[in-house]
């Protein structure tokens, strides 16, 4: 079965440090991948997206990520993270032949701390 | 990218009534798609809606508790029929980006709360 696993609910990290998400996808057709982040009371914003070619993607505000596709996983990563990075960010999954229909993560809530 | 208008942006409603949802794009679009996101909780698609056919609902969702209608391509309406307060959710509207190649723009969402 097709499924996408945010294997953290919650992430906390102090301000200025580095931080991963972790996503881990199952499926045996070819996907395409995004992380979207979800700020309070707002609609979902796409952060980036891996359709194909190089598997290191970078986003908007300093995020990136990588796929790997012998893990299955797509995590996403920060170098630095700031307060305004609070939000909550959630992995999607569009498996070949789904018909657009993508498959969202639980998300995992960052709170960044001064 | 597109442009999506939700209404009403959130909503107070009692156990029992109905409430419509419209959205509006700003661009003409094949398909869109209504999610439901429950209190801290994930995105579920609730269902697809083609100009010019029945929508396709998800597993779990039936067209007499979500009537949706798609009377043009850039507008779409879903309904919260006979609503309880389980159904207190956000209700996002999504729809394609170009390229067919999943990326999803949404709307703002509709907060309802059913009391």
């Known amino acids: 079965a097709q499924s996408v696993t945010q294997l953290d609910s919650q992430v906390p990290v102090f301000e200025e440090a580095p931080v991963e998400l972790r996503c881990n996808y199952s499926?045996?057709?070819?996907?395409?991948l995004f992380w979207y982040v979800q700020y309070p009371n707002q609609g979902l914003q796409l952060l980036l997206k891996y359709l194909s070619g190089s598997t290191l993607v970078k986003g908007i505000n300093g995020f990136e990520a990588e796929f790997n596709k012998s893990q299955t996983s797509f995590h996403l990563r920060k170098p630095s993270v700031h307060i305004s990075d609070t939000a909550e960010y959630f992995c999607?999954?569009?498996?070949?032949?789904?018909?657009?229909?993508?498959?969202f993560g639980a998300g995992t809530r960052l709170a960044v701390h001064p | 990218s597109a442009v999506i208008s939700q209404k009403p942006s959130r909503d107070i409603c009692q156990r029992g009534t109905s409430l419509t949802i419209q959205c509006q794009v700003d661009s003409q679009v094949t398909m869109m798609f209504w999610y439901r996101q429950q209190p801290g909780q994930s995105l579920t698609l609730i269902a697809t809606a083609n100009q010019g056919s029945e929508a396709t609902y998800e597993s779990g969702f039936v067209i007499d508790k979500f009537p949706i209608s798609r009377p043009n391509l850039t507008f779409s309406t879903l309904t919260v029929s006979n609503m309880s307060p389980e159904d207190s959710s956000i209700y996002l509207c999504?729809?394609?980006?170009?390229?067919?190649?999943?990326?999803?723009?949404f709307g703002e969402g509709s907060r309802l709360t059913v009391l």
């Open positions: 999504s729809v394609n980006g170009q390229g067919g190649t999943g990326e999803l723009f």
């Open positions: 999607a999954v569009l498996f070949s032949g789904g018909y657009n229909k993508l498959i």
């Open positions: 499926s045996s057709v070819s996907v395409y």
